[in-house]
């Protein structure tokens, strides 16, 4: 049954589901003096350099690997057909936007999502999501 907890049944399933959660940098802003055209340039640099850095050092490999889990699950035939881009950042959506907003989850259903029960719930809403 969808969203019911199970075991592992399937040969291609990742063993583990990482969520990154990057904390955006606050940059006081103020009305009075608003930033000039030469430090928003700046800061725009520094940050496509960081997202490059954290790509080259902890995510790259990690997509890599998750997309040709992907590619070899939909050629074995037990992974749905699609973009294994895209399918591989779906189930980090599921199990990302669970979190993000698990406190208004908890208000409105009674649940906490961070509960074993409940992190069991969503693998297997993955599962039936992404296997076939």
Avoid at 48 to 66: A, K, M, N, Y
Avoid at 113 to 132: G, S, W
Wanted: net charge positive; hydrophobic share 40%; with cysteine.
């Amino acid at each position: 049954m969808p969203g019911e907890c199970r075991p592992k049944e399937y040969a291609y399933a990742p063993s583990v589901i990482r969520v990154f959660n990057s904390r955006a940098q606050c940059v006081p802003f103020s009305t009075f003096s608003a930033p000039s055209s030469d430090s928003l340039q700046r800061a725009e640099l520094l940050s496509r350099e960081r997202i490059h850095w954290l790509i080259d050092v902890h995510l790259r490999e990690h997509f890599s690997d998750g997309r040709s889990m992907i590619r070899r699950g939909q050629a074995h035939g037990s992974v749905r057909k699609g973009d294994p881009a895209r399918l591989y950042y779906a189930v980090i959506g599921f199990g990302g936007t669970l979190l993000s907003v698990s406190s208004e989850f908890k208000v409105l259903t009674g649940r906490d999502v961070c509960t074993e029960v409940e992190l069991r719930r969503t693998i297997a809403m993955i599962h039936d999501f992404l296997f076939i």
